[in-house]
């Protein structure tokens, strides 16, 4: 496993995978050194197929500030280029996060601006505390969030993504839970036994099958069900129902017995 400087990657006996940003001192913001990090963790994880699931989370106070500001002073002394190939590597990072493999749960505390929103959108779920701050806050220094606008609008909806982009408005967790961005908001001192559950209730299902419903759903994206899209959920059902861990998890069911995945 690679050593990081600003990120933790831990992978616990159960497969279970926690990203941690880890720049606590810098309130998590992210520069060039944590996005290449960031990509190499995820292609990490991407690579290994005995993992279940990851968890996105920062150390300290914060989930993360957004972008760090002296990075972002010094990519505004370069040319049109090099800011494009920055803006290239943080596509590339949402992009990969959005489409890992594995099933994706953020965990949210204190603030989440600018592109950190970007990271929460791009995950399959999210949970956070009530208190959590959060703000698509570009404008306010004279920047649009670019690359997460994808990602935001999917998560919220396009009419409130265009609100906050333009607004750069605060908002908490509750509000952040009405949008859509957070299934579950918190009081801040039942964040870590509210997880708990969470891991607990993903620890339940399949991971073969986790794996495959999260591509059925990037197939599926609004419902628009075309010939290509009914063809590919015969084949995935199909598939799946063949598949050794599908044909375990049935018999488990039948025979009133855990299934396999549960006891190891």
């Not at 497969?15 to 913001?29: D, F, H, S």
């Not at 419903?213 to 129902?241: C, F, N, W």
Request: proline share 3%; with cysteine; glycine share 6%.
């Amino acid at each position: 496993m690679s050593a990081f400087n600003t990120l933790e990657l831990e992978i616990n006996a159960g497969g279970i995978a926690t990203v941690w940003l880890n720049r606590p001192e810098k309130n998590n913001a992210f520069n060039a050194e944590m996005i290449a990090e960031l990509l190499r963790a995820l292609s990490e994880i991407q690579m290994n197929d005995e993992l279940r699931f990851l968890i996105l989370r920062g150390r300290g106070k914060h989930f993360s500030a957004g972008a760090d500001l002296s990075w972002m002073q010094a990519c505004a002394q370069l040319d049109y280029d090099a800011n494009l190939n920055d803006a290239r590597e943080l596509s590339k990072l949402m992009a990969s996060l959005a489409q890992l493999k594995v099933p994706t749960l953020a965990v949210v505390q204190g603030a989440a601006f600018g592109g950190a929103l970007g990271l929460i959108s791009c995950c399959d779920i999210a949970i956070g505390t009530e208190d959590s701050l959060f703000s698509l806050s570009e404008v306010r220094i004279g920047l649009l969030p670019a690359v997460i606008s994808p990602y935001v609008a999917q998560a919220i909806g396009p009419r409130a993504a265009r609100r906050y982009a333009l607004t750069a408005e605060r908002f908490d967790g509750k509000r952040a839970q009405q949008l859509g961005l957070l299934a579950e908001a918190y009081p801040a001192a039942d964040l870590e036994s509210e997880l708990h559950g969470w891991v607990a209730n993903l620890l339940l299902n399949s991971p073969k099958a986790m794996r495959a419903t999260k591509a059925l759903m990037q197939q599926v994206k609004h419902g628009d069900l075309t010939p290509d899209l009914r063809s590919y959920t015969e084949s995935a059902i199909a598939s799946i129902r063949v598949s050794k861990e599908g044909q375990e998890g049935l018999s488990a069911f039948l025979d009133k017995r855990k299934p396999q995945w549960l006891l190891t």
